[in-house]
């Protein structure tokens, strides 16, 4: 355990940053950024709910059918297990069907009975044509972990309250790094 705590300082002393896999909802979320867009609270939530009632009343708009199960090939980090949708988020307003972009919310239809926003990717930059890669996700300081999930059709949403996450469940496609981080929150804990 010593070598643990002493490569975490190493790694905390090289300027190392953690993105933390954000709880489902977005109650905790600032903003997302996909490659050069910013999206706000608002935006993922405005998105979040247009997918899940598209998604609750068993529709899909535009060429390309959105919202669609996302398969998650690229193995992203999402803050459920899934079942996965994917639905455009776009800078002006809400998509209703035309070109869809490069960026995507991604949420859990399913998650404790309820849709909710899981996270945001992005075709931009991505390795392969239609790959995608993991949008970064700026987190509010100084929130307690209560997560919102996005309304349903009946326009009810829920909301459940986390006492706390561990740091090996919270961290969020940093490889090896990531893991001995998140690794190292979950156990320097127990020996501070």
């Not at 070598?3 to 933390?20: H, K």
């Not at 079942?83 to 209703?96: Q, T």
């Not at 044509?129 to 349903?152: M, Q, Y």
């Not at 561990?166 to 190292?184: C, E, K």
């Amino acid at each position: 355990m010593h070598v643990l705590n002493s490569l975490l300082v190493a790694i905390a002393a090289c300027g190392a940053t953690v993105r933390a896999a954000a709880t489902p909802g977005t109650s905790s979320i600032a903003n997302v950024t996909c490659g050069s867009n910013t999206y706000s609270q608002q935006q993922i939530e405005e998105a979040t709910a247009e997918g899940c009632r598209l998604y609750d009343q068993g529709q899909q708009i535009g060429n390309s059918k959105y919202p669609h199960k996302f398969n998650n090939r690229e193995g992203l980090v999402f803050a459920s297990s899934g079942p996965y949708e994917e639905f455009p988020i776009i800078r002006s307003g809400v998509y209703a069907g035309r070109s869809p972009g490069a960026d995507r919310i991604v949420f859990d239809p399913d998650y404790k009975n309820d849709c909710a926003f899981v996270g945001a990717m992005t075709h931009t930059a991505a390795p392969t044509r239609n790959g995608f890669v993991a949008c970064e996700v700026a987190e509010l300081k100084n929130v307690p972990s209560t997560s919102t999930s996005a309304p349903t059709a009946t326009g009810t949403g829920s909301s459940s309250t986390a006492t706390g996450t561990s740091g090996a469940s919270s961290v969020a496609g940093l490889g090896v790094n990531g893991v001995l981080l998140g690794l190292a929150a979950w156990t320097v804990p127990l020996f501070v």
